[in-house]
């Protein structure tokens, strides 16, 4: 079994990702065809963790080892994570079974899935009906995209998430407090069936609706909101501090100049938007999305970058700070 399995381990619909990976199926694809070209169609279960305490009177253990089941009898099934007593296993025919609610109605449609790793963690994205339009030409899709972790290191999340069509640009939504929410976690606790299923349908749809109406408004201030060049070293200061050496003689970081050449390219950036909080914030996030890393970081590694690691949580810090810049007074 190899180590990394995200070569064969995702599907798509419509245009392959920027990895240019995966097995392509048709738009509008259902539950088992979507989880079987993804080759995501296989079970994990809790195997009693070596020198594990068993509870009184109870077939229970104190801790467990997660283990894919593989078909071959002469393979050692990989060891996913360890997990407690309480950990209940969301198997993948189950998460994307979730959708189907949302499929049958006409709400969405599968865009792609796939598994990160030796398939610890497994997710589906599901693109909605309706998109987000800034201006003109400048259109973003809505997503929900459900994650869900075999090793115990986080709860079912189903996140509320946008692609900006003209850069590719993977968006974070903030939440702003009140009942507007950007994702739902779901513990994987005994009931962690009862409370996804819970989340279905009318009830899920409502929560993004009004998730995504909070982030049209807000990014249409943005759109609107003009930057001057001050105001642009600050924000990137707050991102990307340069050093004292930098400062003293005037110079940006790499990350800067980075920036500023997305801003510069009328293929991710179109000229009404350059000099605005939109199109600033689009230029950090597209520098993040695409840039190269030594090492040349392989394909499952930057996903889980943007998508749930460091290049998330810097994404959400860039969103959180661009909005403050249409607030007077802008980034003292």
């Not at 497994?122 to 009906?129: C, T």
């Not at 999340?157 to 950007?182: A, E, H, M, P, Y």
Request: glycine share 6%.
């Amino acid at each position: 079994m190899p180590h990394n399995l995200f070569d064969d381990q995702i599907a798509f619909a419509g245009l392959p990702a920027w990895h240019g990976l995966g097995t392509e199926v048709e738009r509008g694809a259902g539950v088992e065809e979507m989880i079987t070209a993804a080759n995501l169609d296989w079970r994990v279960r809790k195997d009693p963790a070596p020198g594990a305490w068993r509870f009184p009177d109870s077939s229970e253990y104190d801790r467990y080892l997660v283990r894919r089941e593989c078909e071959d009898p002469e393979t050692e099934d990989p060891l996913l994570g360890v997990v407690g007593r309480d950990y209940t296993v969301l198997q993948n025919i189950e998460a994307f079974r979730f959708f189907e609610p949302f499929l049958e109605r006409g709400w969405a449609s599968f865009e792609t899935a796939g598994a990160l790793g030796r398939g610890e963690r497994v997710w589906v994205l599901a693109r909605l009906q309706d998109d987000i339009r800034i201006v003109e030409d400048d259109v973003v899709h809505r997503y929900l995209l459900l994650s869900n972790s075999h090793d115990g290191s986080s709860a079912v999340s189903v996140r509320f998430t946008c692609v900006r069509v003209v850069c590719q640009n993977t968006l974070i939504l903030s939440s702003r407090g009140g009942k507007k929410t950007s994702e739902v976690l779901i513990p994987h606790t005994p009931s962690l069936t009862t409370r996804l299923a819970s989340e279905q349908a009318n009830k899920l749809k409502e929560t993004a609706e009004q998730a995504f109406e909070g982030a049209w408004e807000h990014f249409g201030r943005m759109a609107s909101r003009r930057v001057s060049e001050r105001e642009t070293e600050k924000y990137l200061e707050r991102l990307f501090p340069r050093t004292d050496r930098q400062k003293q003689l005037g110079e940006y970081p790499l990350r800067w100049h980075r920036v500023f050449a997305v801003l510069d390219d009328d293929t991710v950036t179109p000229a009404r938007t350059r000099d605005t909080v939109w199109g600033l914030y689009n230029a950090v996030v597209r520098e993040e999305d695409f840039r190269e890393t030594r090492g040349r970081e392989p394909p499952d590694a930057r996903l889980r970058r943007i998508w749930f690691g460091r290049g998330s949580r810097l994404k959400l810090k860039a969103l959180t700070l661009a909005q403050t810049l249409f607030r007077p007074p802008a980034l003292n």
